[in-house]
Structure formats: structure tokens, C-alpha cells
């Protein structure tokens, strides 16, 4: 048996979702542990397209229990169409548990969040929208709604009523927006309450009793290491932490329950929002970037902006290696760079005033947002890798690729993803139940 943590290495959107369901088949619960319906998680099964933003990607297979955790955020109006969504595609949602401590975005969030943004003008972090950062932030301040509220009509009562009048002070006399009856808000809110109640479980205990019954538990990461609130590139980052440690809080386990953390990543960068990306490409670079190949097809999956594209940064990366503990990489996409001739990989950064040399991300300091690449080139393969089922099928350049990768980052490449579908896979080494890497002890 193995408890694994599925994390995004980069800024989100890394095709966690694709390895999630993947590893799905072998676990026997899957955890989302923090995020909302910020997220946008894809995952292609025989043919059909499933975009998932809070439910986790195990829920395709059946007889799994699917958790969203305690350190989640959820929008239960979000939720209760993805169920919808769900049952008119004859996918049971019986094993779906929701954790009573996760945190409810009500009306007032989304309404800040969206007003908050905007007006931050050149300062603004580019939200999803999703009301995540006042969710958290009502959270962090106790003076949040908790799913357990939700379910209980006088709980609930209470509280709308409570918060209600508080936040319209807010929403008229800093963004001159319209206040909300609490009445109406309450009643709307209850009736989301009844519909998600039987859903609605102490997650943590379930998932401890698990534990205790050796099952296997896979935790789903959401956003990606560098979105992180307290390790990510802030402010321009989200407001819970989708590092691996996160998954021990947002889950309630201790992380002597866990045995292994895998990395995703994209084989090139993207980002979607504001905030610097050393190797962003812009004009015509990025044009032909992403017009390589049909797959690209870089929108969010949430908000369907244009991600911003970029070469693999593997100081970011080493980053994540570190602050994850990582013991081995997913690296997805490798089938977007098939037509490339040469192709970027960034080893350091140079700080564009200074001119010092970082190997290690500079985050403490202001110097990331003003440091430029350096990069090596390599050659490309100039031939699909679609259709490629083991690593000696790859294209010797591919492998190239591949080998310089793992050299920088010190853990090996356990999965390559070659397409969005389930097949279109790699497996290089097991895994979930291969050696650890990263500081083993003794
Ligand atoms: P997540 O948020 O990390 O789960 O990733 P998203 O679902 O937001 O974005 C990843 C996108 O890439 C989705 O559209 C996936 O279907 C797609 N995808 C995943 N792996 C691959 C791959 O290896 N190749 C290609 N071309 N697309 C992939
Ligand atoms: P998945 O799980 C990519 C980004 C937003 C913005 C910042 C803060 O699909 O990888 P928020 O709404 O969270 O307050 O926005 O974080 N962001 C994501 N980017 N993938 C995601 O999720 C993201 N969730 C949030 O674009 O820059
Ligand atoms: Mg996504």
C-alpha cells in the first residue's frame, strides 16, 4: 500500500488531473486538499472530455471514495452542477464525501473578489474569480461559513444573518456595489445545504480509519507549487497552499501517513494571471510556440484566458523539487514540442542589474521579478511522440530531453504524458511505489 501526493510543480494547470485519474485506478480513495473551484482539472476517458473544478479527477472509476478535504473552499452552487453534470453522464457519485470543516464561498466572496481585483488596477493578481482569496480570508479571520453550517438550517440562519449586513458595508461603501438580502441569501444557501447533505461527512476521521485499513489514498494537488501563498511567487499566487505539505493540514493526516510525492510538469512553462515568468515568450516566438502541433490548446480550463507560454524553467523546478520533497516527475505534454527545431531549457537566472547568477530561485528578495534566463538549446526530435508507448520508442533527441532534465533536477521521470488521453502514457518506472530520493536519511 501507498498514500501518494499528486502535486503541480509549476504555476498550475501542469495536467495533474490526467496523472490523478491515471493513478486513480490503484488507489482507493482520491483527496483533494486544498483550492476550489478556482481549479480546472481535465481529464479525457474514452472519448469524452470531464472538467472537473472541485470534485476529484478518481470519481471516473468506480467503487473509489472521493474527498474534498477540510482545506478546501467550495462553492456549493459549483459543486452541486458538477454532481448534475456527473449523473446525467451515468458516472455514480456515491463515494463523494465533503468534509465538514471545508469553507463555503457565499455570494459576498465572489462579488470582493471580483471587485477587489479589478480595482487594483496595475496591481491586480488576475483571480479566477472564484471568490477563493475572500473565502480564505474569512476563514483565517473566523468569520466563516463551514459546510457543517450549510447543512444546518439555524446554524446557517445565524450566521447569514450575522454577515450579511457586515459584508454589504463593504460591498457599497468600498466598491459602491449592490447590497444582498439576507433573506434571499439564506434561502438560496439552505436549499444548497439539503442537496449536499448526504454527501457531506468527517472526512478526516474517514480518511485516518482508512489509513489504519492500509488502503490506498492519492491526494490530489490543485494550482501548482508556485501558486502557493506562502511559497509561491507572491502576491501573484492563490490563497491556500498546494504544496505537498498542504496535503497533510488540508486533508488532517500527519505526514507520517505519507509515503511518496510525485511532481507534475508541463515539458515546457505556462501561467495564467498576472506576475513575473522568467522565460515567458512573447510575439511571434509564441506564436509559433503555440501553433506547434494541434494538442497546444493553452486556455484555462476556468476562465478560458489565454495561458501565457513559455520555455521549462528547471530553476523553478529545482524549486519544487526542494519544497516538495519530490522523489519523482510526471512530465506532461512532451508531444506539443514534436516540430520544434531547437528548444530552450533554462538551467539559472541572471539578475538583470546585478548581473549575479542564481541556480536557486530568488524569492525571498524583489531580484525574481527582474532576473532573465539562461538558457541551453537543444535539438528537437522533429517526429510524434503521440504514439510512443515506452521510452526507447522516443526519438533519440526526446531522450535527450529527457536525460538533461533528470541531470538538473536530481529525481528521475517516472511518467511522460504524450497526448491528453489515458493511453496516450508512458510509464518509465513505477511511480507510486519506487525508492525515495529526495534527503533520505542513513
Ligand atoms: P490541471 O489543472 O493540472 O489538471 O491541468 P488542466 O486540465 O487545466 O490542463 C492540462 C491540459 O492539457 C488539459 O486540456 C489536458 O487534457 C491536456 N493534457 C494533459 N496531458 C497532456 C499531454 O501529454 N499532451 C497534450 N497534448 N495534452 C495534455
Ligand atoms: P489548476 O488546479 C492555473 C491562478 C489565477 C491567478 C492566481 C490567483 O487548474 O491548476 P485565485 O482565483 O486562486 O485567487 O487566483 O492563481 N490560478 C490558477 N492558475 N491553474 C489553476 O488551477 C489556478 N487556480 C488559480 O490565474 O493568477
Ligand atoms: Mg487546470
Known sequence: ????????????????????????????????????????????????????????????????????????????????????????????????????????????????????????????????????????????????????????AKELEEKVNWLVPRKNVILERLYSLPPEDPKKVFEEYREYGEKLKSFVADTSALIFDAIKNKKNILFEGAQGTLLDLDHGTYPYVTSSNPVAGGACIGAGIGPTSIDRVIGVSKAFTTRVGEGPFPTEVFGREADELRATGTAWAEFGTTTGRPRRVGWLDLVLLRYAVRVNGLDCLALTKIDVLDNLDEINICVAYEDSLTGAKYYDLPLASGIFKRVKPIYETLKGWKTSTNKCRASNELAPNAQKYMDRIQEILEIPIAIVSVGHKRHHTIIIEDPIHGPKRVLQKG
Open 1 to 152: 500500500m501507498a498514500n501518494v501526493i499528486v502535486v503541480g510543480a509549476q504555476w498550475g494547470d501542469e495536467g495533474k488531473a490526467k496523472i490523478t485519474d491515471l493513478l486513480s485506478k490503484s488507489a482507493d480513495y482520491i483527496v483533494r486538499y486544498q483550492g476550489g473551484s478556482n481549479a480546472g482539472h481535465t481529464v479525457v476517458v474514452d472519448g469524452e472530455t470531464y472538467k472537473f473544478h472541485l470534485i476529484p479527477s478518481g470519481i471516473l472509476y468506480e467503487n473509489k471514495i472521493c474527498v474534498i478535504g477540510p482545506g478546501t473552499v467550495i462553492d456549493p452552487k459549483i459543486l452541486i452542477q458538477e454532481i448534475e453534470d456527473l449523473k446525467t453522464r451515468n458516472i455514480a457519485v456515491k463515494g463523494l464525501k465533503v468534509s465538514t470543516a471545508a469553507h463555503v464561498t457565499m455570494p459576498y466572496h465572489l462579488a470582493i473578489d471580483q471587485a477587489e481585483d479589478r480595482g487594483r488596477g496595475n496591481k491586480k493578481i488576475g483571480t479566477t474569480g472564484r471568490g477563493i482569496g475572500p473565502t480564505y480570508a474569512d476563514k483565517a479571520d473566523r468569520c466563516g461559513i463551514r459546510m457543517s453550517d450549510l447543512i444546518e
